[in-house]
């Protein structure tokens, strides 16, 4: 009976140029490309995979958002996911969705959908929030292996290799569990062209916030984006005596 | 206005433009064309193509839809321009083919195949190698790259041609090596058998083309058999048995020639010609498979481009090809072969509008970065003209492959001439995309070594813009033949002859004959309509001139043939942006104007171009400089090179 929650978010794709909307209230989105967020690519191989070494019978993916993550959606399930839920948030309530809330709902639907594990990307290349794992494991009280670069499942344990600041470290969880995709964790496929027209035939469900009980009232306020202080030209100095005159003169040293 | 009574006058003859003894002109062309039958494939092609619509149908509505096809009216944009008239059903607006669910799923197609070809396929590398590395090609095979035509029930991913035409372009846009290597296998390789292969065929063996377990290639090419491919020398004879025919021949440059399992060979066969009760040849095509026997292969060409591309000869000894392997009908194989380049055409201008892409984000790339006397050159005239060409000929590249392949999508079987035009257009004129770009390392010079095959194969260019020319000049003589037969029976076709004398009366005296874009043309492409009117209505009077001047010889009038084709690229290429522009500013593009500057500039140099060899065609100048150029090329030839002596006398 084993099931595992795969959360993908759709995101501004990370070969475009950012730009910041005029009004300072946010990036532009209009008609800029948009795709899956890396870490949850590397999330959904993850799952897939497991589910290949059968120790894991149904992979669902799940994103919140406007129509347009059904796209995303799509990918995941062409990269061999069984079925989607799409949970249904836009407007306002969008532009405010962050981790607390999207933790919320996964929280929910890992109960509803009575999954082994939840696994999601480490953090989203557009807010790089690094809180919707930790926080969704909160709210269940599951335990969590987060920044995996190995996974490996043992009966109803996992064990996580997880990359940290001073290397690698092993842990040993019990399930169910949340996870969350580092980069070195594995190689995602590329969805083929059979694949994507298979997927067409998987079934995606739709649901509302408020169908899961959560209310999406943010306790953020995004008051100014602005973009980062262009980079000043540099100055060439010919000796290394000149460069230690010119850090004493400027007071670096 | 009804005519009063109207009589076979001189003066009516004149009005009407037609002498008296046209009666056989167009008949005549007609005959020529079948008697210079081995001159040009394109005549046989015209001749061909007009039957084209039985290609694929049983052999007893053969005939009926034959006679069908051409009593009825053409919707091809470029045959109704050859007798001046618009037929806009084809080009306003601009085609939008696709339902919701095509789209979305074109949609999901784009990511994966763009990302590999950016992160996977390696270019320099397949050219260095001089073949497409191994693992690149399984996992194109895995990615169901090798059937993206064939329908899905038989394996493959069962796309249109526009949804065809856009990944087509993200492989244009890379690796044209690869691009070849994909295209020869399903764009000519086995096209014949989803075009006109029975059930059984089908079935048999599209299931593993399309996954790449096997790979085709289109057999047509021999040694002394090019242009000229109905002179092909590769002999199918019938054995004792009945059972088998045995190919003996061989085929030269032929793309996944050493590569292949299943060939889609051409081969002549003599057969018994019902009307004249003599034996003629007749060329039939064959699905050959590797695995019968007596199928060898040559080593791999060396070429200048394409290099990751396979070019082989292929001999056939002996080979024993089951009679249930013949392709569509024994003899009809010209057809068979004619109707297979016509259709993946559309996909060169679709990859090549995609390779022109890439290159101008290099050349935008590098004109906005370097600096030469003080300046950014972008901010130099000469290369901002450079700039500006490239993408006005991107803009009409793109826009013709997806004007074709919508036509194509909607059922339209009267593309050939628009099909050839974009091929024309795609890999002449591309050559304007290299100067400004830095050369060194960037992939570029790769792309320009590849480029200069797309002149040659699948139809030279110079051969293309014959079948053009000829095919306009065709239905145009129809046109001209029942004005003829309207004449003998001119109080029966009263209106008709009424319109067509005050047509020419109009045109004649320079007015417009009524003839307008209004209502296709968004109101602020109005000028830029009205140029392209203008020279409909030039070059349909040029075309009727230049049949009633050389009749059935215009067959041999090749600089004549040449000018007409380039000016109906030409007026193709401004009706095919107008309807573009026009849509993006109905639509409110944000680019709509910058798509209405690209529309108009394009249409102003075009016209003139096109006006200019309207003018040159009706000059006596020019008719000299032909013959001129006829004495120095025979000349040179006679004395196997140039000619003065040198002008320091030794």
């Known amino acids: 009976m084993s099931r595992v929650l795969v959360g993908v978010k759709r995101v501004i794709d990370y070969a475009v140029k950012i730009r910041v909307k005029p009004d300072q209230s946010g990036v532009v989105t209009d008609g800029v490309k948009h795709s899956m967020n890396p870490f949850c690519e590397i999330a959904v191989e993850e799952a897939v995979k497991l589910k290949e070494k059968k120790f894991i019978k149904e992979v669902v993916a799940v994103s919140c958002g406007p129509s347009q993550v059904t796209e995303t959606i799509r990918t995941a399930l062409a990269m061999g996911c069984d079925r989607g839920i799409h949970v249904e948030v836009s407007g306002k309530d969008y532009e405010a969705m962050g981790p607390l809330q999207i933790s919320k709902i996964f929280a929910a639907l890992a109960k509803k959908e009575e999954a082994s594990l939840v696994i999601l990307g480490k953090q989203a290349i557009d807010d790089d929030c690094n809180q919707t794992g930790q926080m969704t494991a909160a709210l269940l009280d599951w335990p969590q292996g987060t920044f995996a670069s190995e996974v490996t499942i043992d009966g109803e344990t996992v064990k996580v290799v997880r990359e940290i600041d001073g290397g690698l470290e092993t842990i040993k969880i019990s399930m169910p569990a949340v996870l969350t995709a580092d980069l070195r964790l594995n190689t995602p496929r590329y969805a083929t062209l059979p694949n994507i027209m298979k997927a067409k035939k998987k079934k995606i469900a739709n649901m509302k916030p408020a169908d899961l009980g959560v209310d999406m009232v943010s306790r953020v306020e995004v008051l100014r984006v602005d973009e980062p202080p262009t980079r000043l030209a540099g100055v060439k100095v010919e000796t290394v005596d000149d460069l230690v005159a010119k850090l004493k003169a400027n007071g670096t040293i | ?650």
């Open chain 2, 1 to 650: 206005m009804l005519l009063g009574k109207v009589s076979l006058t001189p003066a009516l003859c004149t009005a009407l433009r037609i002498s008296p003894a046209f009666s056989g002109i167009q008949k005549q062309i007609g005959a020529a064309a079948t008697q210079n039958a081995r001159l040009y494939a394109s005549s046989q092609a015209a001749e061909a193509v007009l039957d084209k619509q039985a290609v694929g149908t049983t052999t007893a509505t053969k005939a009926a839809t034959a006679k069908k096809a051409q009593s009825v009216e053409s919707q091809s944009f470029a045959v109704n321009m050859f007798k001046g008239q618009i037929n806009p059903s084809q080009v306003f607006p601009f085609p939008s083919v696709m339902n919701e669910e095509q789209t979305q799923f074109l949609q999901e197609l784009v990511p994966p195949v763009s990302k590999f070809f950016e992160e996977v396929n390696d270019p320099a590398k397949n050219d260095s190698l001089e073949k497409v590395e191994d693992s690149t090609m399984e996992s194109l095979k895995e990615m169901g790259a090798f059937g993206l035509q064939v329908p899905q029930d038989l394996g493959g991913v069962g796309l249109t041609n526009t949804q065809y035409a856009r990944l087509v372009e993200i492989v244009g846009q890379h690796d044209l090596g690869v691009g070849i290597t994909l295209g020869a296998h399903q764009s000519i390789g086995f096209k014949g058998i989803l075009l006109v292969g029975s059930p059984a065929q089908k079935e048999k063996y599209l299931p593993k083309l399309a996954t790449g377990e096997t790979l085709a290639a289109f057999c047509l090419t021999e040694p002394a058999s090019g242009s000229d491919a109905a002179s092909i020398k590769t002999l199918a004879t019938l054995s004792p048995c009945g059972k088998h025919y045995i190919l003996n021949g061989g085929k030269i440059w032929i793309s996944n020639g050493g590569l292949a399992e299943i060939f889609t060979v051409f081969a002549k066969m003599p057969m018994m010609d019902e009307k004249t009760g003599q034996m003629k040849d007749k060329i039939t095509a064959f699905i050959v498979e590797r695995s019968f026997g007596g199928v060898t292969h040559g080593p791999p060409e060396k070429k200048m481009g394409i290099k990751a591309s396979n070019t082989a000869e292929v001999y056939f000894e002996n080979v024993p090809v089951p009679i249930e392997n013949v392709l569509g009908e024994v003899g009809g194989g010209f057809k068979v072969a004619m109707a297979i380049l016509n259709n993946g055409r559309f996909g060169m201008a679709a990859a090549l509008s995609g390779t022109m892409k890439g290159v101008i984000t290099q050349a935008v790339d590098h004109a906005a970065n370097r600096v030469q006397f003080g300046s950014k050159i972008h901010t130099y005239g000469a290369i901002q003209e450079k700039l500006a060409r490239m993408t006005m000929l991107q803009y009409v590249t793109e826009s013709m492959a997806y004007m074709i392949s919508g036509n194509m999508d909607s059922g339209s079987k009267d593309y050939h001439i628009e099909a050839a035009i974009s091929k024309i257009f795609a890999s002449t004129d591309i050559l304007w995309l290299f100067p400004v770009v830095c050369i060194q390392g960037s992939g570029v010079e790769r792309v320009m070594r590849d480029l200069r095959i797309f002149r040659i194969f699948e139809g030279t260019n110079d051969i293309l813009r014959l079948f053009v020319a000829l095919n306009g000049f065709q239905d145009a003589g129809k046109h001209l033949k029942s004005l003829q037969k309207a004449l003998k029976n001119p109080l029966g076709n009263a209106g008709l002859l009424a319109g067509e004398i005050t047509k020419r009366a109009k045109r004649t005296a320079g007015l417009s004959t009524g003839l307008t874009l209004q209502g296709s043309v968004h109101p602020e492409l109005s000028h830029s309509g009205n140029l392209a009117v203008k020279a409909i209505e030039h070059f349909g009077v040029t075309v009727e001139d230049m049949l009633l001047k050389h009749g059935k010889n215009i067959l041999h009038e090749q600089f004549v043939l040449k000018r007409v084709a380039d000016s109906a690229i030409d007026l193709y290429a401004m009706v095919v942006v107008l309807s573009r522009a026009s849509r993006s500013l109905s639509q409110g593009h944000a680019s709509a104007q910058h798509e209405k500057i690209l529309c108009e500039t394009w249409c102003i140099e075009a016209y003139d171009r096109i006006m200019k060899n309207v003018k040159d065609l009706k000059s006596s100048s020019t008719t000299q400089v032909f013959k001129n150029m006829k004495a120095i090329s025979a000349a040179v030839v006679e004395n196997g090179g140039i000619v003065a002596p040198h002008p320091l006398g030794f």
